[in-house]
Nanobody
Framework: QVQLVESGGGLVQAGGSLRLSCAAS??????????IAWFRQAPGKEREGVSC????????SYADSVKGRFTVSRDNAKNTGYLQMSNLKREDTAVYYC??????????????????WGSGTQVTVSS
């Protein structure tokens, strides 16, 4: 059974940085063959895609709202994905979720593409 555990969330001032981690276990295929996506959901809002890194070729995708501020990456040796968040803004406040799916390219990714999800980590940005 796939397990995803997010960590690294917390309270940070606007302009600050956080790095989220997503540790995966119980995968059927090697971690390198999985796309890793990050989504977020703020109170009263729908879940939105933040970033994604494809399986195999590591191509990346970012929401316009985070381009230039967030960086998605992976460490296949550690079965862990990362989301480095810099220059955080109040509007980045949300619960952040990671999700994985094998053999997926991130172009046009959506939440429905992913069957394995973490339980989320809270990110709160104060002014």
């Amino acid at each position: 059974q796939v397990q995803l555990v997010e960590s690294g969330g917390g309270l940070v001032q606007a302009g600050g940085s956080l790095r989220l981690s997503c540790a995966a276990s119980g995968l059927t295929y090697d971690f390198q063959y999985h796309a890793i996506a990050w989504f977020r959901q703020a109170p009263g809002k729908e879940r939105e895609g933040v970033s994604c890194i494809s399986s195999t070729d590591d191509t990346t995708s970012y929401a316009d709202s985070v381009k230039g501020r967030f960086t998605v990456s992976r460490d296949n040796a550690k079965n862990t994905g990362y989301l480095q968040m810099s220059n955080l803004k109040r509007e980045d406040t949300a619960v952040y979720y990671c999700a994985v799916r094998p053999f997926l390219r991130c172009s046009g990714y959506a939440a429905v593409d992913f069957g394995s999800w973490g339980s989320g980590t809270q990110v709160t940005v104060s002014s």
